[in-house]
């Protein structure tokens, strides 16, 4: 029997896609980034994505949104659950990448317009502070004036967003809605503007149609299983490499007890003298 509470959440990529192919949702969300009002975002369309399966890394490709202004700015919206290392180039080739594709061969530069990437992300990226929200331009590192306005960067991490928060700023309150997690509290904050009642809606519309939640589930449990094996083999590493330090260990006592010198030890075991002496100590 069907579970007729059943919702699906934002911080599974494929609903945050769906989500944003609802040009008002999306006039919502990226009225609240730009701190305007959604009056303003005359008309926004989606574009082909460029972030596919373009790295080793990427063996779940990437389900982003690249969305068109009516003023020409290029934005990429993309939601990431897993804590990803390399996070910060990655954000930067895809932005660089998304700022190139505007040329064509034989092009004045005069036809590159703003380029905005979007992380919102369900992990901590930046551990030392609590602010949930920031947003990157290029500046001046003296004087901090705006060197261009060119390429933007805006982070989103929810897991910073403090418990009870209640604030008039948009943003805040779209992330308090990407991170929602069941359907009382999705209706609750669908109450306090037009564009979360209609992602509300939408939410709920996708969760009915049963190919969508089909679709959701393959995906959410590809995440879930690509998160194992990643952890799984986070833990086989340190596993792997405890022991081979127990046996190099062992290598350094047999050769110093042979009367071999720090420097041979360290040559035939292939570590610095520091490194023997502290094994030694």
């Known amino acids: 029997m069907a579970n007729d509470n059943f919702i699906m959440l934002p911080t599974v990529d ?66 990431q ?9 990655r954000i930067l080739f895809y932005l660089c990448k998304m700022f190139d594709s505007q040329l ?12 905005i990437h979007v992380s919102i992300l369900d992990f901590n990226h930046f551990p030392g502070d609590n602010s949930c929200y920031r947003s990157f331009h290029f500046r001046d590192d003296r004087t901090g004036s705006l060197y261009t306005d060119k390429m933007e960067i805006h982070i989103l991490e929810l ?40 992602a509300y809606h939408t939410l709920v519309n996708l969760s009915a149609d049963e190919q969508k939640r089909l679709e959701y589930e393959a995906r959410e449990k590809a995440l879930k299983d690509y998160n194992t094996q990643i952890s799984s083999a986070e833990k086989r590493g340190i596993q792997i490499g405890q022991h081979v330090g127990e046996q ?24 610095t003298v520091e490194k023997v002496k502290e094994i030694l100590e």
């Open 104 to 115: 064509k061969k034989g092009d004045s530069y005069d036809n590159l317009q703003k380029c």
């Open 14 to 79: 494929f609903c945050f896609n769906n989500l944003m192919q609802n040009s008002k949702v999306r006039r919502g969300f990226i009225a609240a980034l730009l701190k305007v009002s959604p009056n303003e975002i005359e008309d926004t369309c989606i574009l082909p994505t460029l972030l596919s399966r373009d790295t080793p890394d990427d063996k779940l490709g990437i389900l982003d949104v690249r969305v068109l202004l009516k003023d020409r700015t290029q934005m990429n919206l993309g939601m």
């Open 248 to 271: 190099r260990a062992r290598q350094v006592f047999k050769l110093h007890i042979r009367g071999k010198s720090f420097d041979e030890i360290a040559e035939y075991c292939d570590l």
């Open 159 to 198: 897991k910073k967003l403090p418990a009870g928060i209640h604030t008039e700023e948009d943003i805040i309150a779209w992330m308090k809605f990407f991170n929602g997690k069941d359907r009382k509290e999705f209706e609750r904050m669908a109450k306090t503007n037009e564009y979360l009642d209609k």
């Open 81 to 89: 659950v897993k804590y990803f290392e390399y996070w910060d180039e």
